[in-house]
């Protein structure tokens, strides 16, 4: 069974440097910095959104645009810059911050 842990825990193990150098922590830290190699976050580059490889394409646009039906094709031509591969792991990153945290519902 898998470590669970808040968003806001999360962040602080993944960007914040002091972490690096504790036990337990810095494995962790490792171990999800390792899991999306294609998503940087930089608190310089657009407020600290996490993008795609540092291009100023925020997971969040990629995200989106699969969720309004385009597909991967679409978004490669809309974004040349873009792989297959960034537009998967943006969805495994966006799946794995939504498990993270609840979400506000809708009663039906």
Do not use: W
């Not at 830290?29 to 925020?58: A, E, H, N, S």
């Amino acid at each position: 069974m898998g470590r669970q842990i808040g968003i806001a825990r999360m962040r602080s193990l993944l960007y914040s440097p002091m972490r690096a150098a504790e036990g337990m922590d810095a494995g962790f830290r490792r171990k999800i910095l390792m899991k999306f190699t294609r998503i940087t976050v930089d608190p310089k580059q657009l407020g600290g959104v996490p993008c795609i490889r540092g291009l100023r394409v925020p997971v969040a646009t990629v995200v989106g645009m699969v969720a309004d039906g385009m597909t991967t094709i679409d978004i490669l031509a809309a974004y040349p810059d873009l792989e297959r591969e960034d537009i998967q792991e943006a969805l495994h990153y966006a799946a794995n911050a939504v498990r993270e945290r609840e979400l506000p519902l809708m009663a039906p």
